[in-house]
């Protein structure tokens, strides 16, 4: 028995759950729901966006990355900040599904399906850029080590190199990852279908599945190797990415710093998109009972820790560079804070740094709408630090005579929503058409939970 007025956590899943309202509840999403006036007209506004994405990619295999506003100096530009930022958003999908299953931490089990999905699309959107960034995209192969005729091989000290094997081995890990966990509740909708051909798909994709102990040993094992290897994962691939920039002499990017700075950073941008998504879904399909405020408040207390880190590494790099002596790195920062860009650069500092530190209030936390406003800021908060990194570093190098502003073309920003609509498109489908929360886990939280309440 708690002692009186001793504080008690928030429950993690709605009082009143059995295991039959907890699949009745998930699985009528899918199969009785059907496709409301809503998931229509967002469908069809990611579908429009989707096509001006076809749109650009078309005009830019015609016409070469000049469509863009790349130029020397800044040969690097929106391609490479977008695929940074959308990069750092498939970071929380795994960080929930992998790391905290090995944990043992039970509130991932009412958001970690569709956090692993969005880390999917995330990632899909991220794959675009480099490649297209390369001009001739249809030799996108040249970068993989085949046996060719003409003895050509890839640069393997050039971490563009290595970003193809990160970014190629995590994707890999998390459609595997995902996949396994679905197998389950795919079988439960192969079971609950009415129409045939829901039956046959559910059950292909099912793969046999029937629940017996020999299945559950393997999925469970399954489960636990394949945690195991995306962990590492989630620390190595921000990692590679963030030597795209540190192992360069420019002022700005040459930094021990960025690895852990780049991951905390992901891991920031990525839970902001996981609430950002979580706070309209509990909403619209009346999930408040599955995905609680205990959710939405550890999941703040998590952006606000890897804000701090992130805090850390502006004070760092701020720090040092004014303390190490280097002329150039100085004249960076100095650029930084009062050059051309400098209003984008206290922009960022608003949106990472000031505005979340609101999340030490309790109140605030608990504050559905305020969530979601701090989510976004730091979604765009942490899209402007990408900006600063790669553009602000590149525009004024070490030769003043070709100093020169970046602005983006009405290309750029197009092909960057274009994406917006590549990840919604896939994003509207999977909650159509797959169960957007773990049956199994949730139904396994349930009998843990009804076991402690007998216990006490």
Same mark, same amino acid.
């Given at each position: 028995?708690?002692?009186?007025g001793? /504080? ?9 759950h ?7 509840k998930i699985s009528s999403?899918v ?11 967002g ?18 295999m ?11 100096p ?14 750092? #958003? ?6 929930i599904?992998?790391i905290? =299953?090995?944990?043992?931490q ?8 569709f ?10 959107c991220?794959?675009m850029f480099?490649?297209?960034h390369?001009?001739r ?6 970068l993989m080590?085949?046996?060719?005729p003409?003895?050509?091989w890839?640069q ?7 970003d193809?094997f990160?970014?190629s081995?995590y994707f890999?890990?998390s ?17 609950? &279908? ?5 039956? !046959? #798909?559910?059950? !292909?994709l ?6 017996? &102990?020999?299945h559950?040993?393997?999925? *469970? ?22 030597f ?15 690895p852990?700075?780049?991951?905390a950073?992901? !891991?920031?941008s ?6 950002? =998504? ?5 909403r619209?399909? /009346? ?13 703040a ?12 590494? +502006?004070?760092? *790099? ?9 002329? +150039? ?5 100095m ?7 400098? /209003? ?8 990472n ?12 936390? /608990?504050?559905?709408?305020w ?5 976004? @800021? @730091? ?6 630090e ?8 590149l ?14 073309t ?6 960057? =929503?274009?994406t ?16 957007m929360i ?7 939280? @349930?009998?843990?939970?009804s ?5 006490t």
């Open positions: 028995m708690a002692s009186v001793s /504080h008690q956590p928030e429950p993690l899943i709605g009082p009143g059995t295991f039959e309202t907890v699949t009745d999403i199969l009785t729901r059907g496709t409301t006036p809503g998931w229509v007209f469908f069809f506004i990611a579908f429009c966006l989707l096509m001006l994405l076809n749109l650009v990619i078309t005009l830019l015609i016409k070469g990355v000049g469509i863009w506003g790349i130029k020397i800044t040969a690097w530009g929106f391609a490479i900040v977008n695929f940074v930022w959308w990069i750092g #958003i498939g970071h929380a999908g795994t960080l599904s992998a905290l =299953l090995l944990l043992h039970t509130w991932r089990t009412s958001i970690n399906r956090a692993e999905a969005m880390t999917i699309f995330a990632v899909m991220a794959g480099p490649l297209l390369m001009g995209p249809w030799l996108f192969y040249y080590p085949y046996p060719n003409m003895w050509l890839p393997f000290r050039s971490p563009l190199v290595w193809v990160a970014v081995t890999t890990v459609v595997l990852f995902w996949f396994v966990g679905l197998i389950p509740d795919l079988a439960t909708l192969r079971d609950r &279908a009415k129409n045939k051909a829901s039956q !046959i #798909i559910y059950g !292909i099912a793969l046999g599945w029937r629940g017996s &102990a020999v559950w040993s393997r999925y *469970e094992m399954a489960s636990l190797l394949l945690a195991g290897l995306a962990t590492p994962l989630v620390l190595s691939v921000h990692t590679v990415v963030s795209d920039f540190t192992i360069g002499i420019i002022p700005g990017w040459h930094s021990t710093i960025f852990p700075y780049f991951v950073g992901a !891991i920031y990525g839970f902001a998109m996981v609430l950002t =998504l979580a706070i309209p879904i509990r619209v399909y /009346h999930l408040e009972d599955l995905v609680t405020e205990r959710h939405l408040d550890i999941m207390k998590v952006m606000l820790a890897t804000g701090l880190i992130v805090t850390y590494g +502006y004070i760092s *790099e701020t720090f040092m560079a004014f303390y190490g002596g280097n002329e +150039y790195e100085r004249y960076m920062m650029n930084r804070l009062a050059g051309p860009y400098a /209003h984008l650069y206290w922009l960022l500092i608003s949106c740094l000031l505005i979340p530190q609101s999340l030490w209030s309790r109140r605030l936390r /608990h504050s559905i709408p969530l979601f406003f701090i989510s976004l @800021v @730091v979604n765009m908060g942490m899209w402007l990408r900006f600063v990194i790669v553009v602000v570093s525009h004024r190098d070490f030769l003043p005579s070709s100093w020169a502003m970046y602005y983006p009405r290309w750029d920003w197009a092909t960057y =929503l274009g917006f609509g590549l990840f919604f498109f896939f994003f509207y489908l999977f909650l159509r058409f797959l169960p773990s049956i199994v886990e949730v139904r396994a939280l @349930v009998h843990e939970t076991e402690e309440q007998v216990h």
